[in-house]
């Protein structure tokens, strides 16, 4: 069975990000260096630890989906920095990076035509890539929606921002 148009439009639109809720780029733009390690009161995650944490889901997602011998990492230690670690100025666009970079990959596999997403994963015949971005979208938009609270409550948001509320 052949994965419908309609079907791999949604998908990549869902991989972009947007339409409902604030889309990757808006909540990274102009992320202030001396706030990427900041957290809210009462929570154990900076910026960068949720950056990584998504960074992680989404990189181990795909190599699900594309490396019959990908072994995912221990839950939960693996999927997130340990709450102690902090980041330097190198580390914080390094990770924003690999997210882009993986993200990437995801939007080819889904728009490649030859990519049926609604068959079984072949080492893994339980899933589908359709489902796979459904949790990774999903999950994405999640920690999109943490990362913006965040910088609201660290005080994060350029003063011009349509997103800084009284």
């Known amino acids: 069975m052949s994965t419908p148009s309609i079907v791999r439009e949604k998908l990549l639109d869902l991989l972009h990000g947007g339409d409902a809720h ?5 909540v990274m733009a102009d992320f202030p260096e001396d706030s990427i390690n900041a957290k809210a009161p009462h929570t154990p ?15 181990d997602i795909l ?3 594309r490396n019959p011998h990908h072994v995912s990492p221990p839950y939960p230690e693996g999927y997130r920095p340990r709450s102690d670690q902090v980041a330097d ?3 914080w666009p390094q990770s924003i990076e ?21 068959a079984p994963i ?13 949790v990774l979208s ?20 350029p003063q011009d921002s349509p997103y800084l509320t009284g």
Not at 101 to 107: E, G, I, Q, Y
Not at 111 to 116: I, K, L, Q, R, V
Not at 122 to 127: G, L
């Open 22 to 26: 604030m889309d990757f780029e808006e």
């Open 138 to 157: 999903d999950h994405t938009a999640y920690h999109i929606g943490e990362l913006a609270l965040l910088r609201q409550v660290i005080d994060a948001w």
């Open 45 to 59: 995650y900076s910026a960068w630890h949720i950056l990584e944490h998504m960074r992680l889901a989404q990189w």
């Open 89 to 91: 100025v190198t580390a």
């Open 122 to 134: 072949p080492h893994a015949p339980e899933y589908t890539i359709f489902r796979e971005i459904l």
């Open 98 to 118: 690999a997210f882009r970079r993986d993200r990437s990959a995801l939007r080819e596999l889904v728009a490649d035509p030859e990519a049926d997403l609604l």
């Open 63 to 65: 190599e699900f989906i």
